[in-house]
């Protein structure tokens, strides 16, 4: 009896314990740059699960943002831009992206959120009259193949879609049922209750098959920690190919 009793408070105890380190970790475990705003400091938790580290205290950014911003650097993604249409803008780094083009247009499917109203599954531009298109954590929420052909209309020739998506890489294929419909479902299935897949390895041929030429931006270990970074994520660069209906 005895020994089961200390068995039953070790376990109380460890537990309790867990949920104090993890609480502690809420507010950071180290410090971190934010290459948006400057900030070096502590990031916090964010989204559920949380995931530590992920939230800059100065300007909002997420660790996909700050991906994003450093793929445009050391990439120079926009540099000698003309028009840049940028869906569902993230206020953290709007500014920065205006400065660095000629021609900047923010979107949104809900009036209110950007410049301009559109539905990316239908944009009301002319063909071949943007350079670049923005679209970070946008393609899960939609019918992706029509938004992509969309994009693929809108963009000039050599134009470029900067564009980020939740993925699990070791998935071949990307999971994605019609059938799941409510949000408790859907936030189940695909992690959040407005997204309707999770994108696999294939999310490439998605992006292939729309007319687009390939490439990938991501970071090591060093930037991992030094930023705040998702381990493993990417920031895709899909181009127009010259010449594609």
């Given amino acids: 009896m005895e020994i089961s009793v200390n068995k039953s408070i070790r376990m109380r105890l460890f537990r309790l314990y867990y949920r104090v380190q993890a609480l502690r970790k809420m507010s950071g475990t180290g410090a971190r740059e934010c290459p948006i705003c400057g900030y070096v400091g502590r990031f916090r938790a964010f989204g559920y699960p949380p995931r530590y580290n992920a939230q800059c205290r100065r300007c909002g950014s997420l660790e996909r943002h700050r991906l994003f911003y450093l793929a445009l650097g050391r990439l120079h993604l926009l540099s000698g831009s003309g028009k840049v249409l940028h869906f569902a803008p993230e206020a953290c780094f709007t500014k920065k992206i205006e400065q660095s083009c000629a021609t900047y247009w923010t979107a949104d499917y809900q009036p209110g959120r950007a410049s301009m109203v559109l539905n990316i599954e239908k944009i009301d531009l002319p063909d071949n009259s943007v350079d670049v298109v923005i679209a970070n954590h946008v393609l899960e929420h939609v019918d992706d193949r029509t938004a992509l052909r969309e994009i693929h209309r809108i963009l000039t020739d050599h134009g470029r879609l900067i564009t980020s998506v939740p993925i699990i890489e070791g998935w071949r294929k990307t999971y994605e049922d019609p059938s799941i419909t409510s949000a408790a479902d859907r936030e189940l299935h695909f992690g959040q ?12 041929e998605r992006v292939v098959s729309a007319g687009f030429s390939l490439d990938e931006f991501t970071c090591d270990g060093a930037d991992v920690v030094k930023y705040g970074l998702y381990r493993g994520d990417y920031i895709f660069i899909g181009t127009k190919v010259s010449g594609t209906p």
Avoid: A, N
């Fill in 193 to 204: 209750s407005d997204h309707i897949r999770y994108y696999g390895h294939d999310f490439r």
